[in-house]
């Protein structure tokens, strides 16, 4: 029996839930001797949260498309003139010719997939029910129950929006359990499965890494130079950690080393520099594994952080006028409100959050216990939710009929806007 599912991602954070639920989705199928294949359509970026599975199992995943680099990235943020100038440089730098490019490889197959699976917004969930003419399932990523203050039915979701979800889907997997309750109650088919996240022992009582992160968008190297100068402007609080920076996938070791030379740092090992006179570690691509260490992350990230805050870890956004993502209206608008007290905003110059950083540092326990205490009330320990919404799809899968074999020769994918 064989089966085909197409993916759709928002990219970047979005990219990171869906490769552990598509991860999980290939366990179960292996695990029942289904033949799966799986096509992935990231809507932002190159999909590099996906090229590990893509190299596991190469006869069954394909990146089927992969998006030009936008200037901001698909992130409009900020007040109505920022939002609809970044809009417009990222359709006229590629955007557009990319979503068009995108919305022709769904339409011309979707006749082959049984499922269209979709991680993140209204984007992937439109280009699935207009395109490929089937209600999806969708793991939305953008609407929480979290943001709302005043709990009105439409609010941080739109009327427009709860409509495509309640006719345009088969079912929706939330981030959370007041989210479910929400969207039920809007006439959605929701639930929550868990929190959907990377498997992890319990974290380390000893944890003593200090992870910066300075984010994955264009801006990532004014955002590596203000932590650096965090780092060196915290002194002393920083002696009892060891800092270290996680970089994503997407940055060479020449872009990396060459960023640490212009902060002023020293090479101590190859991978480890000297700042302020501490030694700094790096990595790449690793934050999951990285995270059982950490007592704190501190960063300009989104979908991170959350990941941090699920396992009870605290953490610091600093936030700058102007940056693709850590700005003002991102920071105050969605994530505070977001993680709340799992998050300390930090400040705007290195001054101000190194300040910061070392309050939190000199009262860290409290601050972990607060995080865990929102954890669990937010998500209630429930951590399989990677592998919940894959056994879900899987049962979805077997009570399909198999595909019709007139997809194109399996191997190969398109890249950029080919």
């Known amino acids: ?33 289904l033949v799966l294949l799986v096509d992935i359509i990231p809507l932002v970026g190159e999909g590099k949260a996906f090229e590990n599975l893509c190299s596991r199992f190469p006869e069954r995943v394909r990146l089927l498309h992969i998006s030009p680099p936008l200037p ?33 490889l769904v339409r011309s197959s979707s006749a082959t997939y ?30 929480t129950d979290l943001l709302r203050m005043k709990k009105r039915p439409y609010e941080r979701l739109g009327r427009f929006t709860a409509c495509l979800l309640r006719h345009g889907t088969a079912q929706v997997y939330t981030r959370d359990a007041p989210t479910a309750l929400w969207f039920q109650k809007l006439g959605i088919k929701a639930t929550f499965l868990g929190f959907v996240g990377p498997k ?23 955002n590596f130079l203000f932590l650096a100068q965090v780092i060196v402007l915290t002194g002393q609080a920083l002696n009892s950690f060891v800092p ?55 960063g300009f990230a989104g979908t991170a952080l959350e990941h941090a805050a699920f396992w009870g870890i605290p953490c610091i956004e600093p936030y700058l006028e102007g940056n693709i993502q850590a700005n003002p209206d991102f920071l105050f608008r969605r994530q505070h409100l977001l993680l709340r ?35 669990l009330k937010t998500w209630g320990g429930k951590s399989d939710g990677a592998k919940n919404i894959a056994c879900d799809l899987l049962n979805t899968l077997r009570n399909l009929p198999e595909y019709q074999d007139r997809a194109p020769v399996w191997g190969g994918f398109h890249s950029g806007t080919q």
């Open 72 to 104: 901001y990235g698909g992130v409009y943020l900020g007040n109505p003139v920022n939002r609809c100038f970044r809009l417009f440089a990222d359709l006229f730098s590629g955007g557009l010719k990319n979503i068009l490019t995108v919305a022709h």
């Open 200 to 222: 992890m022992g319990e974290p380390s009582p000893q944890r003593r890494y200090l992870l910066f992160l300075p984010g994955h968008r264009e801006d990532w190297r004014r």
């Open 114 to 143: 049984n499922l269209i699976f979709g991680v993140g917004d209204v984007l992937p969930l439109l280009l699935g029910f207009l395109f490929g003419r089937k209600r999806m399932h969708l793991f939305a990523c953008a609407h």
């Open 341 to 375: 007290e799992a998050l300390t905003p930090g400040g705007t110059t290195p001054e101000e959050t190194a300040e910061i950083l070392g309050t939190v540092l000199g009262d860290l326990p409290n601050f972990q216990r607060r995080a865990q205490e929102f954890s």
């Open 1 to 33: 029996m064989k089966k085909r599912v197409l993916l759709l991602s928002n990219g970047y954070g979005e990219d990171s839930f869906a490769a552990l639920i598509l991860e999980e989705l290939l366990k179960c199928a292996e695990n029942e001797k």
């Open 244 to 298: 270290h920076f996680v970089f994503p996938l997407e940055r060479t070791l020449a872009e990396i080393e060459n960023a640490f030379i212009q902060a002023g740092g020293k090479r101590c090992t190859s991978s480890s520099f000297l700042l302020g006179g501490h030694c700094v570690s790096f990595s790449r691509g690793d934050y999951f594994s990285r995270l059982q260490e950490a007592a704190l992350v501190v």
